[in-house]
């Protein structure tokens, strides 16, 4: 975001800044009907995204939007914008808010929760659930020092749960490689296994036909000697 500032900036292009506020669960549900992302990838999204969000944002006018008032009464909502950032909206026409009710319409709407769900979900963490409600105060009540002062806490803790994380993930990754790794060795071993089986196989084969061809030249040699003898020796044992 500040990139991207910057560049505005030199383009003598004046930023504002609308930060729509939206329930996280209703986000990760959302997310995982979509993409089919994890329910716990999709709330650390949504929380890095509105941190990061509000604070790039601290030096433009800006105005915070909640999710359910813009889709119940858009207009009122837009004028409000404008109001509080200077935006100067092009002249409405009867036209264009049929077109834009027509646009933001119920079936928009797929996934619902309310803040009794969001609190008790298993899902939520303290940290989303306290970021979520410091927006929503913004966005109702209008921001103050304390309430940013507030927001800055949340993405310390945040951004140092995420290093932890980062350590842990990177050790996981390395214990994941060397399984990987022996799992490889094992399948090699199987592998080298299984053909010394089939060459041993051959072997076997091969040394059971050579044993058969033997006994049988064997036993070919055997009665061309032994006839001859029978016949001479049948007219002396008649003799006697």
Known sequence: ASFISSIL????????AFLPIRNPLEVALSLKRRDGLPMAKSLLLWLR????????????????????????DCRRQLNHAADETGVIWPAPSSQSDIEIE???????HHERASIEE???????????RT??????????DGESRELRAQLDLVRT??????????????????????LRGRILDHEAVVR???????????????????????NALLASRSWRWTAPLRWVRGPFVRRT
């Open 118 to 128: 969001l609190r008790n979900h298993p899902d939520i963490t303290p940290l989303i």
């Open 102 to 108: 027509k646009f933001l319409n119920e079936d928009l």
């Open 49 to 72: 995204h509105v941190l990061e969000a509000e604070h790039q944002s601290r030096d433009m006018p800006r105005h915070f939007l909640r999710h359910e008032d813009f889709r119940t």
């Open 192 to 214: 080298a296994h299984h053909e010394l089986s089939l060459e041993c196989d051959v072997i076997v084969r091969d040394r059971d036909a050579f044993l058969a061809e033997r």
């Open 131 to 140: 970021a979520y409600e410091i927006l929503r105060s913004m966005a109702v």
């Open 9 to 16: 900036a030199e383009m003598e292009v004046d930023t504002v």
């Open 157 to 178: 803790i945040f951004n140092e749960s995420c290093d932890v994380l980062a350590i842990a993930t990177a050790e996981a990754e390395h214990l994941r490689g060397e």
